[in-house]
């Protein structure tokens, strides 16, 4: 049973310290797409890479947030410094030729 | 720019009955439309999709949603709810290949479902 996987499934940290998210696609797939999940604003799109190139990361702050595809088995998402506001729960997703995107479990943060 | 509206943020049904979750949509174009269900403290899990063909589309869990071009929508239905249905739901859109959206994928706001015994 193929899926995404994520880790770490929770973060705890404090202000400031530089928090790395990491996933794995499911194998194939070519599509990886960076999701944040808050109650105030919903699910919002960060970034999302097409074969291991980053495509669109308008949704990303860029002066704290960057993502990587360093292979094709593993994408990561790096927060430096964290701020409380950064407190949500981040989902990777993946999909094949852009239909249909898979959700990974999420990795649920908390800056302190 | 493709967007989808889901004008409920809550819907209560009784287990046994009927439901509907309601979605619209604004595209470019032919929409590829999308059903997302997600569970506390999991990721979104896929229902079910329409990129083209029958306008009547079947899903997982017995869920299935209607596209309606006229109207602009793609509303999730189900004939007979269970307690187990409750969850929140999404319905998401993505401009067809060739016109620019790329692969992303809009959400909509989201909708709670709570059926009730």
């Known amino acids: 049973d193929a899926r995404v996987t994520q880790t770490p499934r929770h973060k705890v940290t404090e202000m400031g310290q530089e928090v790395t998210m990491r996933c794995q696609p499911i194998?194939?797939?070519?599509?990886v797409f960076w999701y944040r999940q808050t109650m105030m604003q919903g699910l919002e799109l960060l970034a999302y890479?097409?074969?291991?190139?980053?495509?669109?990361d308008s949704g990303m702050p860029k002066d704290r947030f960057s993502a990587e595809m360093p292979d094709a088995t593993l994408a990561t998402l790096k927060i430096q410094p964290s701020e409380p506001r950064d407190s949500a729960v981040y989902f990777c997703?993946?999909?094949?030729?852009?239909?249909?995107?898979?959700f990974g479990p999420g990795t649920r943060l908390l800056v302190l | 720019a493709q967007s989808v509206a889901q004008p409920e943020d809550q819907v209560n049904v009784a287990e046994g009955n009927p439901l509907t979750v309601k979605c619209t949509y604004s595209v470019s174009g032919n929409p590829y439309l999308f059903w997302y269900v997600q569970y506390p403290n999991r990721g979104l899990q896929f229902l079910l999709k329409y990129i083209t063909g029958d306008n009547l589309v079947k899903g997982s869990y017995g869920f299935e949603a209607e596209f309606n071009k006229s109207q602009t929508s793609f509303h999730l239905k189900k004939p007979s709810a269970l307690v187990s249905d409750s969850a929140l739901y999404f319905c998401?859109?993505?401009?067809?290949?060739?016109?620019?959206?790329?692969?992303?994928?809009?959400f909509g706001t989201g909708t709670q479902l709570k059926v009730e015994l």
């Open positions: 997703a993946s999909g094949l030729r852009g239909e249909t995107q898979y």
């Open positions: 890479f097409r074969n291991r190139a980053p495509l669109d």
């Open positions: 998401a859109v993505r401009d067809p290949p060739g016109t620019g959206g790329g692969n992303k994928l809009t």
């Open positions: 194998l194939g797939h070519n599509t």
